[in-house]
């Protein structure tokens, strides 16, 4: 019995001894329990090619895969927005996310635009994706990429991609490569904005929708913002019954403000955005926007730049903007720096 009980203690000092040097010797233990799982739903097409989706679709989730993120399985995501009844994920609401969090065991849902897809000699792509937090709402990261074929041209004319396949990769890589920080926001000394439809004069459809999206995008790089994602504002115009077109009404003001719980409202239009055909005559977008303290219902700060692919070139070629939703993101960009400055006193 002696011995029995010797032998016994002796089993479970091994068994302990033999799970601490697992431990040490294979980290990934920690990191698997901190691995968190993601939703990854179709991302919302702006382009006039049908066949985006499902190649994007395939490119991040594959990327997503490589990075050691486990992504829900395509059959569950799809059989999830079925029984929602779900057609776009362009105005998602919170409440179908916290759903969606629920039911697949995930800790996080991936949203996705795709603004240019362009097959041709010199192919475009460009797109966008948030990672939003269902409990709280709220975007935890952002990121967005465009390029076309000839921007990865190095010496003597050599590296241009011609096909529209390996250009995605490319593009899917760099809009993934910040993807490991995901970090909330801290949200002291910051102000909540609501970026409503831009109304579009332009002659691509759906340019006010790929400004407001930009929008989103800068706003969550600044640090006195904290953006509300686009598809949940889609949504609370659907809910609220209007449509604003570049203007917005002291009832509508109150109405939005208290819905989306936010501190300003911006608004705006697009001037001019090329449609394709036009592209290589007039490349240039110009976008007018005006920020509207929601409490106070006054506006804070207005601004409108217009700018072309050429903008940026600082010697010879270098630095020309090759795709027009790039320009789109660099007016935006300039235009929420200006923002920044508003005072709210």
């Not at 590296?159 to 995605?168: K, Y």
């Not at 995901?182 to 831009?198: D, F, G, N, Q």
């Not at 940026?312 to 935006?332: H, L, M, N, P």
Request: glycine share 4%; hydrophobic share 40%.
């Amino acid at each position: 019995m002696m011995r029995y009980d010797r032998d016994l203690k002796t089993h479970i000092f091994l068994s302990i001894l033999l799970i601490f040097v697992f431990c040490i010797s294979y980290p990934c233990t920690a990191q698997d329990k901190e691995r968190e799982r993601i939703v990854l739903f179709p991302f919302e097409n702006l382009t006039a090619d049908s066949s985006a989706t499902s190649l994007i679709m395939h490119v991040v989730r594959e990327s997503l895969q490589k990075k050691g993120i486990d992504v829900v399985d395509e059959a569950e995501t799809n059989d999830f927005l079925f029984k929602e009844r779900i057609r776009s994920t362009g105005n998602i609401s919170a409440e179908v996310l916290l759903k969606a969090q629920r039911k697949l065991s995930a800790d996080y849902v991936l949203l996705g635009t795709i603004h240019n897809f362009y097959v041709s000699e010199n192919p475009q792509l460009g797109i966008s994706a948030r990672l939003i937090d269902p409990e709280t709402g709220d975007i935890v990261w952002t990121d967005y990429s465009s390029h076309a074929g000839e921007d990865f041209v190095k010496l003597f004319g050599l590296g241009a991609i011609r096909d529209i396949d390996r250009l995605s990769h490319r593009v899917v890589d760099r809009l993934l490569g910040s993807f490991n920080s995901v970090r909330p926001k801290e949200k002291e000394s910051t102000y909540r904005i609501a970026v409503m439809p831009l109304k579009n004069k332009g002659k691509r459809a759906g340019a006010g929708s790929i400004a407001a999206h930009m929008f989103v995008f800068e706003l969550f790089k600044s640090s006195r913002f904290v953006p509300v994602d686009y598809g949940f504002i889609k949504n609370a115009t659907v809910y609220l019954r209007i449509w604003p077109k570049g203007e917005l009404d002291y009832l509508t003001i109150d109405a939005v403000s208290e819905y989306l719980n936010v501190d300003a409202i911006l608004i705006g239009t697009v001037e001019a955005y090329p449609d394709r055909e036009y592209e290589m005559i007039t490349p240039e977008v110009e976008i007018s926007a005006r920020l509207i303290d929601a409490r106070k219902k006054r506006i804070l700060w207005s601004d409108s730049i217009r700018m072309d692919r050429d903008a940026e070139i600082y010697i010879f070629d270098w630095g020309r903007i090759t795709t027009i939703d790039k320009i789109a993101q660099k007016v935006a960009s300039r235009l929420v720096k200006g923002m920044e400055k508003a005072r709210w006193q």
